[in-house]
């Protein structure tokens, strides 16, 4: 049986078409020399991807029609051409040639230091903006990677801890964090500067309040090392380039701003409002550019609002008022705001209805946010709201809201949130509605579901990863 290769395929194909070597140099816009060395070299000359593309548009097919034949280009008897294995890669990527990657995964994982097209191949994949088809390529480095302390590893656990940006899934964040944590100082500091913010971001999502104030400290003070290391290189007005994903001035007031928020969530508001004014005017803050001048404003402006939740937390009602001012002028600040509010209301058995009333035609809209840390808020909303009304003997209004918390932690998939809003709709029971009821049934059979669904990817995500 005639063994089909790249270039019988090729061939065969210019037989049927007619062309000779001249003809089809012409309508591939290939140099005919180059076509006689690829089909007629001794050795042949290797094809790079750029001339099998150009093949395969010649001859009227779709891309990538040539692509399992072109396996064995990228390799030889003793080594792998990283030439042309990791641009096919990744072209293999682009186009949904799965059966393709994994073929040549398989091959390379056979030959020394295949780790290293491994990961070329999934910087590349990250820095074009395909976060996701280039967590299945650090997923074999995490798998494959024999030295624990090597960086590549660690930048690996960091890829793929930065993947998760728009994950919902409470349980699949913090073992995103477990996973993480350990390599969070081992790779370069402009990556571990954002790892940092990353996973206090997370832990506040998640409530774990003093594990947010641990990695906040570990921020501020990389960021107030690498600004005073800044200073002192300094000559003059030039200074060298700093070569981070965001301004300097971004992580410092964020460590600040996240290690108050922090002290706020366990009580210590005295120490929250030292960390809140740190960040009220980093007017001094050296290196800035119009960007960092824009990063200082803003934190301003957090600063103001904050403040007005710290006096919330201490029953201050008094700057209600100027608070409702602020958030009025301030759309992106209604829902953190309500949700402040409301903690001190019912902490403090304090009758907020004309704030409610006030905000009334915006807190509909609140439904279109779908990222975790605004599901989040909505689930504090809806729980604060319910315990609100409930209170005030509204108890058809208070269970609306318990359904509207129920769904965002079904959203969310907090085990612990799900059973306060399943414990707080059981002991209102007798006062709901059956429309009420029905939809009460309806979000648990959806969390059945979820459940489901969620245990199939699971197994689904296990196979791929064995497929490598």
């Known amino acids: 049986m005639k063994l089909t290769t790249l270039r019988s395929e090729i061939e065969n194909n210019l037989f049927r078409s007619g062309y000779n070597l001249a003809s089809f140099a012409k309508v591939s816009g290939l140099n005919r020399g180059s076509l006689s060395a690829i089909l007629h070299g001794n050795p042949p000359k290797p094809v790079s991807l750029g001339q099998l593309d ?39 990527v682009e186009t949904g040639k799965q059966q393709c990657v994994d073929e040549i995964i398989n091959r390379i994982m056979e030959f020394p230091k295949p780790l290293d097209v491994v990961y070329s191949v999934a910087e590349k ?16 480095i995490v798998e494959h990677e024999q030295d624990s302390s090597s960086e590549r590893l660690a930048i690996s656990q960091y890829r793929i801890f930065k993947s998760l940006e728009s994950v919902v899934d409470m349980e699949e964040m913090l073992r995103a964090v477990i996973t993480f944590e350990p390599f969070r100082g081992r790779i370069p500091d402009h990556l571990q500067l954002d790892g940092l913010l990353k996973l206090a971001s997370v832990c506040f999502t998640l409530h774990r309040w003093s594990d947010m104030e641990r990695y906040t400290d570990e921020l501020r003070a990389l960021a107030d090392g690498i600004y005073r290391e800044q200073l002192r290189k300094k000559t003059g007005r030039r200074t060298e380039e700093l070569h981070l994903l965001r301004p300097l001035v971004l992580y410092y007031a964020h460590g600040h701003l996240m290690k108050a928020t ?17 960040y009220a005017d980093l007017g001094w803050f050296e290196l800035l550019d119009e960007e960092g001048l824009r990063i200082v404003d803003a934190f301003r402006s957090f600063a103001v609002g ?136 309806e979000l648990l059979k959806g969390l059945r579901k979820n459940q489901e669904l969620a245990a199939n990817r699971e197994r689904r995500s296990a196979m791929a990863e064995r497929s490598f």
Request: proline fraction near 3%; hydrophobic fraction near 40%.
């Open 125 to 140: 994949l990250f820095a074009g903006g395909k976060i996701q088809e280039a967590k299945a390529f650090y997923k074999i």
């Open 306 to 441: 904050n403040s007005f939740t710290l006096e919330m937390q201490v029953g201050n009602f008094a700057v209600l008022p100027e608070y409702t001012a602020y958030m009025a002028k301030l759309p992106s600040e209604i829902l953190p705001g309500l949700v402040s509010i409301l903690e001190a209301a019912n902490r403090f058995g304090f009758s907020v209805d004309h704030v409610l009333e006030q905000f009334s035609a915006e807190m509909p809209r609140f439904e279109q946010l779908q990222d975790p840390l605004n599901i989040e808020r909505i689930y504090r909303l809806g729980y604060q709201l319910a315990l609100y009304y409930s209170e005030r003997g509204q108890y058809t209004r208070g269970i609306d809201y318990i359904l509207q918390c129920l769904k965002a932690a079904i959203q969310l998939n907090s085990a612990k949130d799900i059973l306060e809003c399943v414990t707080l709709f059981e002991e209102s029971r007798e006062s709901a509605g059956g429309q009420q009821l029905l939809r009460y049934g």
């Open 54 to 92: 150009a093949l395969t548009k010649a001859f009227g097919f779709p891309e990538g029609w040539f692509y399992t034949l072109y396996v064995d280009e990228c390799f030889s008897e003793d080594k792998v051409s990283r030439r042309r294995v990791e641009p096919f890669l990744i072209r293999c």
């Open 262 to 278: 922090a002290l706020t969530k366990q009580g210590k508001y005295e120490e929250a409002q030292k960390f809140t004014a740190m």
